[in-house]
């Protein structure tokens, strides 16, 4: 079955203990993406890559890292969790430009 | 740099009724993809509809269609003959040349 496989669905955790939120997709996607969803303020992007090693800052980018090695991982690291990153984590991918995004089924994530 | 507004944060449709929710979008790129996803109360993101900005008729997909208006930068959704399952939040998203930006939803509610 096609899919996007994101790891852990919960999370809580405590400020400053690093964690790593994963993702993997079973379609070939070149793209992918991590999102953040917080209420009255939609999906807002964190990271996207279009490739093995190309990514980019979307627009909130402070406090996340990426890395993209192989083409179906795309792990979301928090080095030092702080509790306004506590949220609902989106991983998603996508064939190409006109294609839509594929969505994994979410992280929530608190930090105390 | 882009923009995407959803101006109701809720809105309420009677069974059987058609609903239409708007979504204004701000770019200056001459090729962009414009999108909704439904998210019932379960969490997950499903596609709907797309319509690409060189795409001359609108969208439709099943009792979803995207009402398209270029020169006014909108791109409304109409859905006809909503159901009780049609209740969830809306997203309307937009891609310009890699990234996806999403407005902040809006809430529909289906009454029997």
């Known amino acids: 079955e096609a899919q996007v496989t994101q790891n852990p669905r919960y999370l809580i955790t405590v400020t400053g203990k690093k964690l790593t939120v994963t993702c993997s997709q079973n379609m070939n996607h070149e793209y992918m993406s991590w999102y953040r969803q917080d209420p009255g303020l939609g999906l807002r992007q964190i990271y996207y890559?279009?490739?093995?090693?190309?990514?980019d800052k979307g627009d909130v980018p402070e406090g996340y890292k990426v890395s993209r090695k192989e083409k179906r991982n795309f792990p979301l690291i928090l080095e030092s969790p702080s509790p306004n990153q506590t949220s609902l984590y989106f991983c998603?991918?996508?064939?190409?430009?006109?294609?839509?995004?594929?969505f994994g089924n979410g992280t929530r994530l608190t930090v105390t | 740099a882009q923009k995407i507004t959803q101006t109701q944060p809720g809105m309420f449709v009677q069974e059987k009724e058609a609903v239409t929710l708007d979504c204004t979008y701000d770019t200056s790129d001459q090729s962009y993809g414009l999108f909704w996803y439904k998210q019932p109360s379960s969490g997950e993101m499903i596609f709907l509809i797309y319509?690409?900005?060189?795409?001359?008729q609108n969208a439709t997909e099943g009792r979803y269609s995207l009402n398209f208006q270029k020169a006014r930068k909108s791109a409304n959704l109409v859905i006809s003959a909503s159901q009780l399952g049609d209740s969830a939040m809306y997203f309307c998203?937009?891609?310009?040349?890699?990234?996806?930006?999403f407005g902040a939803g809006t809430r529909l509610t289906v009454k029997p």
């Open positions: 998603a991918s996508s064939l190409g430009w006109s294609s839509p995004l594929h």
């Open positions: 890559s279009m490739n093995v090693e190309v990514t």
């Open positions: 998203a937009m891609r310009g040349f890699w990234d996806m930006r």
């Open positions: 319509q690409g900005s060189y795409d001359e």
